[in-house]
């Protein structure tokens, strides 16, 4: 029997404010345990919660970045529930109204485009964290994230494969750090998915008792716990047995799942609305701000780089995986250079330039006017495109800019055409057999002649003029 997965991702983005969503304790990462938890994030007798703006506000703006409906009246609910980092016996967050409902993101993996609707996204609380190692048999609580402010967005599930499944989370990803209302950190916990999968005939419209695989970290985590998970669910149905619908974690150690508990439902945590926390009303001169407030998304500016530029879709696509690579990107292009050459340097040789010493754009050496000082000497022909490789390479190093690189290394492009002449000259009549060759019909011999061409002028000679002579003599 063929089979068909069935994924919906709900992941947790901890909200970029410099303080909890109901404390003004800091949410700043890495502080010994317990020093920064508040007498409201360890519920003592009598605190009140008072809700963070800046914490409705992000999920304000990320609700209008994927076309949702942000509700202008939202309710907090307490989900109860009994583990030792959770100080108040139950988590404020939202259930019955959320502040986002529906949206949807756009996702492209090597089946194409396609877009992933998304149920809702809530605001709700952390917990705390417990610590197994280093105890002795016991476990430690650290509530320093007890309160930390998250935005729970939850996908439908029209995701069909682990492909897909990454797709939308690295979307999701960029987004939430595109409008800067995450950190986008998995290392630190600032972004964590879980994916609940399910198998059904190929064919079949009738869902499967689904698993869900809580705190994944890593895109790689995700891709290979879904991936482990169908296999054993397709595996226990085939052999007659059936799914238990349950919570499970994947051990990276040993690249599977396994039962962590049973998987309850929402009755079980009997919600209801939190006495504490007043209705959130949202205005519609609020909403107005927030979306004045916005940069141009992903998805516009992509359209605007294949329309304003004429740009291929893939670059546009590529160009646009996070913010700070789109304005590096625009401001070569700022400086004068054109788009088309742009784009291929900064996908290029920037891109494997970056990925060889693992940084982020924001990091590189060689800045975005560096960059578009070299183009420019390409484009002038001072030097050649081959010869702005080891340039490049040179200015990577923190050899100086592109200008001083050149004149110290003697690499300005020869474009005399006497001089150029005399090169072509010269290797035609050391290689008589090439040029007899290429007038016997073997293009590959032309290229070998400018090879030689290329090699006697320690390849400074511009290709273009090269090219053009070498026909014209040889056709004479």
């Not at 003592?44 to 304000?60: C, D, H, K, S, T």
């Not at 994230?145 to 996908?155: D, H, K, Q």
């Not at 996070?322 to 292009?333: G, N, P, T």
């Amino acid at each position: 029997m063929q089979w068909e997965t069935v994924i919906g991702l709900e992941v947790h983005a901890q909200l970029s404010t410099r303080s909890k969503i109901f404390s003004g304790a800091s949410t700043a990462f890495g502080a010994a345990p317990n020093t920064q938890a508040c007498a409201v994030d360890i519920a003592l007798p009598g605190v009140l919660p008072v809700l963070n703006r800046g914490a409705v506000e992000r999920a304000i703006r990320f609700g209008l970045a994927i076309g949702a409906k942000v509700n202008r009246t939202s309710i907090f609910a307490r989900k109860n529930y009994f583990y030792p980092d959770l100080p108040k016996g139950y988590q404020i967050s939202q259930y019955e109204q959320p502040i986002v409902e529906g949206g949807a993101i756009r996702i492209v993996t090597r089946g194409g485009e396609k877009t992933v609707r998304l149920t809702r996204a809530h605001l709700e609380e952390d917990a705390g964290k417990s610590l197994h190692e280093d105890f002795h048999g016991m476990s430690g609580i650290d509530l320093n994230r007890a309160g930390t402010p998250l935005l729970e967005i939850v996908s439908e599930p029209d995701m069909r494969s682990s492909e897909e499944a990454v797709a939308y989370a690295r979307a999701l990803h960029a987004l939430v750090r595109w409008i800067d209302i995450c950190d986008g950190n998995m290392q630190e916990g600032s972004l964590r998915a879980d994916a609940n999968v399910s198998v059904r005939p190929l064919g079949s419209d009738v869902l499967g008792t689904r698993c869900e695989i809580k705190n994944l970290n890593s895109f790689r985590f995700l891709e290979r716990a879904i991936e482990y998970e169908v296999r054993r669910q397709i595996g226990i149905i085939e052999d007659g047995g059936r799914i238990v619908q349950e919570t499970r974690l994947y051990d990276p150690d040993r690249d599977e799942t396994r039962s962590m508990r049973s998987k309850e439902e929402a009755h079980d945590y009997r919600y209801f609305p939190d006495p504490d926390l007043l209705p959130l009303a949202v205005s519609e001169k609020w909403i107005d701000e927030v979306r004045a407030g916005l940069p141009e998304l992903p998805e516009a500016k992509r359209a605007r780089y294949e329309r304003e530029w004429g740009l291929p879709a893939y670059d546009a696509l590529t160009l646009t995986a996070s913010r700070e690579l789109a304005s590096y990107f625009e401001d070569v292009v700022g400086a004068g250079i054109e788009p088309k050459l742009a784009a291929n340097w900064v996908m290029g040789d920037v891109a494997a330039a970056l990925n060889r010493s693992d940084l982020d754009i924001a990091a590189s050496p060689v800045s975005s006017a560096a960059l578009a000082g070299l183009l420019a000497r390409i484009r002038d022909n001072t030097i050649s495109g081959k010869i702005a490789k080891d340039v490049f390479d040179a200015m990577w190093a923190g050899e100086g800019g592109a200008d001083e690189i050149i004149e110290k290394r003697g690499l300005r492009q020869i474009t005399d055409a006497s001089a150029i002449e005399k090169l072509v000259d010269d290797v035609l009549a050391a290689n008589p057999k090439s040029v007899e060759e290429f007038r016997a019909g073997k293009e590959k011999a032309f290229n070998a002649l400018v090879g030689q061409v290329m090699k006697a002028s320690r390849g400074k000679a511009n290709p273009a003029a090269v090219n053009e002579l070498l026909k014209k003599k040889l056709a004479g």
